[in-house]
């Protein structure tokens, strides 16, 4: 069993070997994904732990090992494109880490991101794309025409603040909506999540189990001010879900 532990406490494996568990010590590790071992749960980790779980997953999507994180993105970017129709469309990327969403899109009027590491944030002001930490949320301005779509993928299992849902309200508008899936998250953390949805003012349309790309792993949430809205997308994208496999 051959692996390196990080000075933030993750735990690399390199032997290639991917038990659910690895005991070093008398810590117990988390297998997340590839080579990636967590000291505590994932909504635990903090800072210093979320950056480097960003800088390797990073790799990982470099060297193909998460193509289920690209199916995804796929499936929700054409979703939520046949939710806008016709009209302009702004996509604020909840949690986006340096592997944006935006190549997913055949048309976007306006891009941005938001990030709790300023390390990602930094970078992607670096590329010309726009990018706010956590914490600015509130003084966001998304402007009136078109529609606003939130998207917030494989995030909600991390540490997120009492407030997010809330901050996020904040910016939406009744025609706007979120998607958002719940990977690995068990039933008290979600309940959780419901409350903190629920105290933000927001609905959630019909939970969507995933049957597709990690099955069983996985559900999904449509958000929105509006009941009726955050339903339409929740038919759109069980729809897709439920469509013949990706190519």
Known sequence: MTHEILPSGILVATDGAYEQTRVVGNLNYIHLTGGIYLPVPMHELN???????NRLRDQNFKSGLERKNDALKIMVADAVQDFAGDRNMTIVDVGSGQTTIVPYFSKISRYMSVDIDPHVVAALNAQSIESHVVGDIRQISLGDDGINILIALYMLQ???DDNLFTDLASIMRNGDVMF???????????????????????????????TKISPGRQVFWTLAKKQSEADRLATIFSAKLH?????
């Open 243 to 247: 469509s013949p496999p990706l190519p």
């Open 180 to 210: 958002a899936n719940l990977y690995r998250i068990g039933d008290d953390r979600k309940e959780w999540l419901r409350g903190r949805v629920a105290a933000a003012g927001l609905s959630i349309g019909q939970e969507i189990a995933d």
């Open 47 to 53: 800072l210093a732990q979320l950056q480097d779980v």
């Open 158 to 160: 991390f540490r997120i």
